[in-house]
């Protein structure tokens, strides 16, 4: 007689909805106007470590859903255009989706890689937004501020990926 | 008949496709949101910003608490070592400051006296509203804050916020308890200035640095490095004199703007509930007497002409009085 084997099922709360609750924590406390030994804590863009991550760990309705609201949530609590990071979130999702053939199973250096051209492409598009609604081209230097702490926060997808890609039994 | 017995029981589609059409579903959304903005009406997104603003403004208000607590601490034990050499400069700044308030004094004295004898109308005193500074955006595309006042404490859009060092920005969004101001530095962000050395006009506007630019310099050599820089009330937004910083030359040649509020933290700060005249002024008092009395005033008898007992009615007629 065969023994039961254990069976672990991930489901979209594990790998979507946790990891969307953290972002939008760590978020929310990084916005806090204190300043430590005479620096402001840094502001990254932190669901782009998820909009990189989901379509390499698993194709899914409710990632592009999440980072849907995700976007939003940042629009208002940052005060820029409504839409703009949702826009530039769910691109970096879809290319991603697309060159997952390519991806999957890559070691670290080259998602890093990956992950680098994605976000920047993210910031151009926001950058290009921004002019256009705003007017008026923002500081380069200003966003080289923020895409260096967001490239920093990379093995937080990387550590995303190795924890759920290829957890659920049933998508081998 | 359930759906899973239909003819569609045994169509599968691939998780990607589905993936994909989400995925196309969500540009959509997004692009129609952004295309969906009134540039020229800030307030038809004012109901959803509100409601995002004091939800956020309470959740972050809670979670920054540790937060700030560690900023606290940091703050103690910069304050334990930098004790003696900041008890220094606070002294030397004490003694030349003696000399500028006695000046003041003096200055106010004159001054008064100047608008008695002239009869010039002053700007009536202006009512302020202290908050405390929950939530800050400091990126490139938006460099905001929430505030924890609202229209409850007689917050208005358009309200300039300073701090005990200057100017900060101005409210942009309101909800009962929380309200949204944007810097001065925010890419959007324009304020009419004037240079206090020379009285020229310029514009200062935000590009997300932490440096605004000066532009639309009137005047030749009217701006030097080190000038300091005013609001210069035009348009009648801010009142005129609030102090924004000193000029400074930036890396790329351009003018700058080196803020005074930069030089502590913006923890806290005042809301100036300001109204410019031309909101103060009580719309009725403009069509009273005498300004209305032009229209029924009878007109200058001719010189040559015998001067009539009563005017005619076809004298009382005033051009432009029909339409009244």
New interface residues.
Partial sequence: MRRPVAVRVVGPLQWIVYPSLLAI?AT??L????????L??P?PIIPMVLAFAW?LI????T???A??AL??FLD?????????W??SL??I??AI?VS?NFLMGQETRVLFVWYTVASLGAFFL??V??TI???????L???L??IVPTLLIFPLADRLIQRFDDGDVRFR | MAFRDGPLENLKVPLIWTAGLTVLAVLAVSVFLLLGQRRDDPDSQNAIRGAGDQVSGGVGGVLAAPVRWVGAASDYIGDYFFAVSENRRLKEQVAELQAVADANIALQNINSRYESMLGIRVEPPVPTQTARSISESRGPFARSRLIDVGTGQGVRIGNPVINEHGLVGRVVGTSPRVSRVLLVTDVSSRIPVLIDRTDARAMLTGDGSGNPRLEYVRGTDSVEVGDRVLTSGDGGGIPRGVPIGVVARGIDGSWRVKLFSDRGAIDFVKVLRFEDFGQLVDPETLNAPPLAALGTAPVPPAPEAPAPATPSPATQAQPGGEGE
Avoid at chain 1, 31 to 38: E, I, S
Avoid at chain 1, 76 to 84: E, I
Avoid at chain 1, 133 to 139: F, L, Q
């Fill in positions: 924590l929310l406390v916005a806090t106007p204190v300043t430590l030994f005479g402001s804590l502001e379509p698993r194709p899914s309705i990632a592009p859903l980072l849907l976007g939003l208002l609590l940052f005060y820029t255009p409504l839409g703009l949702s826009l769910i691109c999702y879809a989706l997952r926001a950058y937004i921004v609604v705003a007017g008026r081209a923002p500081s230097l200003a966003l501020g923020q």
